[in-house]
């Protein structure tokens, strides 16, 4: 549900169509947005979707028709629709948790997705923990920017984590594996060389 209150009977094409004109109203003032409307009326995809937060763009995808959302999941190597919608949610999820400030290294991720089959480290992960949300984020990246530096940012601030005395606090809450840095989707282009 779309901000977390009642539908009152409608439809959730209905209530998220009144958050996509909440968030156009909240945004009115910004010149790009102020100009798609004063000279069209309306706003092209491309541009609404600079204004949306994430649960807006998760809640488009899962009310996208079954091929649609086939479609763009095969580009992120998801075997279904379906799977890569459970990955959003998960996303939002963990984007809301870090937007809030709430500590997100050992939390456990209440919207699971499931864990896809098309690689086996995938099974050595545990869905419940953040690390399995950070290899879905790689493994988009991947399909996005290639060149991105993400992974190995991410691969630095894991290194500078505190093992702290009596391990009350460890990499293993996060969900992380050992052996995770040699794996194909963790590999990146300038370490290899």
């Known amino acids: 549900m779309i901000g977390g209150g009642c539908h009152q009977g409608k439809t959730e094409h ?3 169509l009144e958050n996509h004109k909440r968030l156009v109203h ?3 003032r910004e010149p790009f947005i102020a100009h798609n409307m004063k000279k069209y009326g309306k706003l ?3 541009v ?9 763009l998760s809640r488009l995808f899962a009310g996208m028709k079954h091929q649609d959302k086939t479609q763009i999941a095969s580009q992120y190597d998801f075997a279904s629709g379906k799977e890569l919608q459970g990955c959003l949610r998960s996303l939002n999820f963990i984007r809301n948790v870090a937007a809030h400030h709430s500590r997100l290294w050992n939390i456990n991720v209440l919207e699971i997705a499931s864990k896809p089959k098309n690689n086996e480290y ?4 545990k869905n419940n923990r953040p690390f399995f949300y950070y290899c879905s984020m790689q493994a988009m990246m991947r399909v996005i920017c290639p060149n991105s530096s993400w992974a190995l940012r991410f691969e630095e601030l894991i290194k500078s984590f505190p093992e702290i005395a009596a391990k009350t606090a460890s990499l293993s809450d996060f969900g992380i594996v050992g052996g995770w840095q040699a794996w194909p989707l963790w590999e990146y282009e300038s370490r290899i060389k």
Request: proline content about 5%.
């Open 26 to 28: 909240r945004a009115r």
């Open 14 to 16: 209905q209530v998220w």
């Open 48 to 56: 609404a979707i600079e204004i949306w937060d994430f649960g807006s």
């Open 44 to 46: 092209p995809i491309w």
């Open 122 to 125: 995938w099974h050595s992960l």
